[in-house]
């Protein structure tokens, strides 16, 4: 696998007030939105899906095939300042559109948005959040790579990937892309209206899919919580790597400051013996060696972060995203069902007083007619809710499909922590007979130092 597809990508909170809730987003469609029609197919169009061949519940696919989709980088660009405000702008570069457009934070925002409208029963990862005041280097990097590792789920998401929106995104090169956006989603309905199995999801569910949603989801659940506890852990540990380094670099300049130090001594303190001069000669160079034990400590800290906790928040936020549509899922598609069925038993009990009050016959049909409409309504809210479950399914294969990248993240990690313990043992290993002066006997031989065990007694 190249480079490329292995540069890998917390579910963030809400963005600002000005910006719309990733909730409100996900709602299906009005509950009027016309129903799709069994017996008067579609013809078919480029912006619609295509039926798979077999099983178009199953998913076959593989970990190297989803990562081969496509690899995206986001750079930050040198800060830019506003009329009022400074801005940051990324550099979106994609392997498979061979593209390279520079995207603002809120481009982000418009294209998410999009997506949701468009995708409203598929996983959309989240963004991270936006600070309008305040927004220190170090945030902006930690934006940085979620906004990457956010385009790269999305950019392998099998149907995002097929879909025009993601191609303008990252290849679109004009002014005003958000307008854009908003243009190519709205000509067309979200994926129910324009995939020729939304009408028939149904008949490919499994008869107990109400309970293996429930089983997926609590799995996925244990999942989440045990790859958020190995994040933090891993977190923990690239901390403590740079603080190594830091440590590292401090202690080597403290022994070139002391070997370095130009106070005379008085000649009763030296005697006959030429010690410390010695031994300031020997400290002044360690501040070179220990700078390269702090270089090599830093540097596992880095790979560590870019190849273990990286991937360990890249499978976090997939997690994340099926949590959040499995809440839209029940919040979405079947609380409105849930409402329409109970403003239908409403109409029904009307109908049935103003029989028996033997109201006028315009007003009864008027009734009726109200009751056709909700009655289509609610064929419309069933076959969302069949074709969310339909999606569920597969969304929970390919969570499965991502499974496999535990093997990656503790290849990696295993891998850091060999070549940082080489290398740091090999810097050790030539500083070791550096240090031989430091220990002359008393005719300025040297002498070997003593192990631990030999205390300091000189008997």
Not at 225 to 247: C, G, P, Q, T
Request: net charge neutral; charged share 25%.
């Amino acid at each position: 696998m190249t480079g490329g597809a292995m540069d890998l990508l917390p579910a963030a909170p809400a963005a600002a007030a000005a910006e719309p809730e990733a909730d409100e987003e996900a709602d299906p469609p009005a509950a009027d939105s016309p129903a799709p029609q069994v017996s008067e197919p579609r013809a078919p169009a480029s912006s619609r899906m295509q039926m798979p061949p077999g099983n178009p519940l199953l998913l076959s696919l593989t970990l190297q095939e989803l990562l081969a989709r496509d690899a995206v980088q986001v750079e930050l660009i040198p800060e830019k300042k506003g009329l009022f405000l400074k801005h940051v702008e990324y550099e979106v570069s994609s392997q498979r559109f061979k593209s390279c457009v520079y995207r603002r934070y809120n481009d982000f925002v418009v294209f998410h948005e999009m997506l949701l409208q468009k995708f409203p029963y598929r996983m959309v990862p989240a963004l991270p959040p936006k600070r309008m005041l305040g927004a220190d280097r170090e945030f902006i990097e930690a934006r940085r790579r979620a906004l990457k590792r956010f385009i790269n789920l999305v950019a392998r998401h099998p149907p995002f990937s097929e879909d025009v929106v993601l191609k303008l995104f990252l290849s679109f090169s004009g002014p005003d892309v958000q307008n854009k956006l908003k243009e190519c989603a709205q000509c067309v309905g979200d994926e129910f209206m324009n995939c020729k199995l939304a009408a028939r999801a149904k008949d490919f569910l499994p008869a107990d899919i109400q309970t293996q949603f429930a089983i997926s989801r609590e799995l996925i659940r244990n999942i989440y919580n045990s790859f958020h506890k190995l994040r933090d852990r891993a977190e923990r540990m690239v901390s403590r790597a740079i603080d190594n380094a830091a440590d590292l670099l401090i202690f080597g300049k403290e022994l070139s400051a002391l070997g370095s130090d130009t106070t005379p001594l008085p000649s009763w303190a030296t005697l006959n013996s030429g010690t410390w001069g010695s031994l300031k000669q020997a400290l002044k160079g360690l501040s070179v060696e220990f700078a390269l034990l702090a270089d090599k400590a830093a540097q596992q800290g880095k790979q560590e972060e870019n190849d273990v906790v990286e991937k360990l928040n890249l499978f976090l936020d997939l997690l994340q995203s099926y949590k959040d549509l499995c809440e839209r899922h029940e919040k979405g598609v079947l609380h409105k069902h849930q409402r329409a069925l109970h403003k239908y038993s409403l109409m029904k009990r009307q109908l049935t007083s103003a029989a028996v009050q033997n109201r006028e016959p315009e007003s009864v049909e008027q009734l009726e007619s109200r009751i056709v409409e909700q009655e289509n309504v609610i064929q419309t809210m069933e076959l969302r809710n069949y074709f969310s479950l339909y999606c569920l399914h597969q969304e929970t294969q390919l969570v499965h499909v991502y499974l496999p990248l535990t093997s990656h993240i503790l290849g990696a990690f295993v891998s850091s922590q060999i070549q940082g313990h080489k290398e740091m043992s090999k810097v050790w290993n030539d500083l070791q007979p550096k240090l031989q002066c430091l220990f002359a006997g008393p005719h300025g031989a040297p002498s070997p130092p003593r192990s631990p065990q030999d205390g300091l007694s000189p008997h």
